[in-house]
T-cell receptor, first 115, second 113 residues
Framework: DAKTTQPTSMDCAEGRAANLPCNHS???????VYWYRQIHSQGPQYIIH???NNETNEMASLIITEDRKSSTLILPHATLRDTAVYYC????????????????FGQGTILTVHP | KAGVTQTPRYLIKTRGQQVTLSCSPI?????VSWYQQTPGQGLQFLFE???????NKGNFPGRFSGRQFSNSRSEMNVSTLELGDSALYLC????????????FGSGTRLTVV
């Protein structure tokens, strides 16, 4: 699985958009970009994933550059409850690969939303 | 629907003992993965089970083992506990391996003294 690079920490004001970048310059053609977050003392929570097109769901938007070497997770209106560690993960997204359920977590980005 | 249930939530064991942790996946989910989380190493993949078979394994010693039952519930066992095994052990379930979204439980906090 491709390695990802994320900033160690970021701050965001409540109500503003939080834009979390992720670099994955060695991503392969069949690898998806996944985002999870972990709020203190809880298990990671799936947020969103994408292959090459931009994606949006009720939680966030995922913007993937055309060359797929980087992506940005956007929380449109951050709240205090969005304070968490955000993980960007790249892995094969189908059952044909050998990675199966293995999610390789890096250190993630600590997002702090302040009033 | 009920989420991923892990029991117990907290556990204190003595070095040299063994421990068994349990995970009940979301109803209908047949894949169960286990992770260890420590402050120093972060989240690390232990193994994944699907249809009662281990499909993938991380880089952990043989003291760490697991199994999955016909109802998809899973257990992991750690024998001859070491102080370094103190960690949060997380279980995640999905419909099948490779399916995109994994739902994690709240974990079992194991302390080895």
């Amino acid at each position: 699985d491709a390695k990802t690079t994320q900033p160690t920490s970021m701050d965001c004001a409540e109500g503003r958009a939080a834009n979390l970048p992720c670099n994955h310059s060695t991503i392969s053609g069949n690898e998806y970009v996944y985002w999870y977050r972990q709020i203190h003392s809880q298990g990671p929570q799936y947020i969103i994933h994408g292959l090459k097109n931009n994606e949006t769901n009720e939680m966030a938007s995922l913007i993937i550059t055309e060359d797929r070497k980087s992506s940005t997770l956007i929380l449109p209106h951050a709240t205090l409850r969005d304070t968490a560690v955000y993980y960007c993960i790249v892995r094969v997204g189908d059952a044909g690969g050998t990675s199966y359920g293995k999610l390789t977590f890096g250190q993630g980005t600590i997002l702090t939303v302040h009033p | 629907k009920a989420g991923v249930t892990q029991t117990p939530r907290y556990l204190i064991k003595t070095r040299g003992q063994q421990v068994t942790l349990s995970c009940s996946p979301i109803s209908g989910h047949r894949s169960v993965s286990w992770y260890q989380q420590t402050p120093g190493q972060g989240l690390q993949f232990l193994f994944e089970y699907f249809s009662e078979t281990q499909r993938n394994k991380g880089n952990f010693p043989g003291r760490f083992s697991g199994r999955q039952f016909s109802n998809s519930r899973s257990e992991m066992n750690v024998s001859t506990l070491e102080l370094g095994d103190s960690a949060l052990y997380l279980c995640a379930s999905s419909l099948a391996p490779g399916i995109h979204g994994y739902t994690f439980g709240s974990g079992t906090r194991l302390t080895v003294v």
